[in-house]
């Protein structure tokens, strides 16, 4: 009697041990739920809040609809629970400020430095943003600004300061802000998700660095020499 072969097995991917029956017997809940988080993450910024369904991330993970709804109510609150999971990751300014020289110049440079090597790790937060301004929804469109506020505030507040200190013509800080955050934002695309070969020669601190020395120079500042 001839003996069958069998089907050479397949190369397992990061999530084929999470799939089917498994994935209960061989997670305890908090690692079934950071599990499901992550893949609702990658699916959300691929496709937008409405372009993903419940469904879909089920079959991602190899489970039913019901296993999710074991740990979110809704598809709402999993969205929820993903930009919750982005907000505790959210960058410290504080010893940006207790290191630089006090100048408003070198704190932008720093924290701006800080923010960019975060989020240039996490490639899906830039995407998210980029599917939740094309949705129009508030909530979370009020989400992502507050990521950038402590760079639009310091910079508003900082610009009223120099102004007067400086004697700088006059520049409207808020204006002044968006432009820089616009700048940055444009530079975390290019050469994190657009991967633009126009820029190849130069790393995105490098980028970033240039972008800074052109806003200063556009609003009037002139850096102490060093």
Not at 151 to 164: A, G, H, M
Not at 186 to 213: D, F, G, N
Request: proline share 4%; aromatic share 10%.
């Amino acid at each position: 009697m001839a003996r069958s072969r069998g089907r050479r097995p397949r190369r397992a991917t990061p999530l084929a041990r999470f799939a089917g029956p498994g994935m209960s017997k061989r997670l305890r809940a908090s690692e079934r739920r950071a599990t499901i988080l992550a893949v609702a993450k990658v699916l959300f910024s691929d496709k937008g809040y409405h372009g993903v369904s419940v469904d879909e991330i089920a079959r991602r993970l190899g489970v039913s609809p019901a296993i999710l709804y074991r740990h979110f109510a809704s598809k709402e609150a999993l969205y929820e629970e993903v930009l919750n999971a982005i907000a505790c990751k959210r960058e410290s300014y504080v010893e940006a400020v207790v290191n630089s020289d006090g100048s408003f110049a070198d704190v932008l440079r720093k924290i701006t430095r800080i923010y960019i090597e975060s989020v240039s790790k996490d490639p899906d937060y830039l995407r998210m943003e980029l599917q939740s301004a094309l949705e129009g929804s508030d909530a979370t469109r009020q989400f992502f600004e507050n990521r950038w506020r402590p760079f639009t505030d310091f910079i508003e507040f900082s610009l009223q300061e120099v102004t007067v200190e400086k004697g700088l013509p006059g520049v409207n800080g808020r204006v002044a802000a968006m432009a820089f955050q616009g700048m940055i934002r444009e530079a975390l695309y290019a050469k994190c998700i657009y991967r633009s070969p126009r820029y190849r020669e130069l790393s995105l601190q490098e980028l970033a660095e240039q972008l800074v020395t052109l806003f200063l120079n556009a609003v009037g500042y002139l850096e102490p020499a060093s």
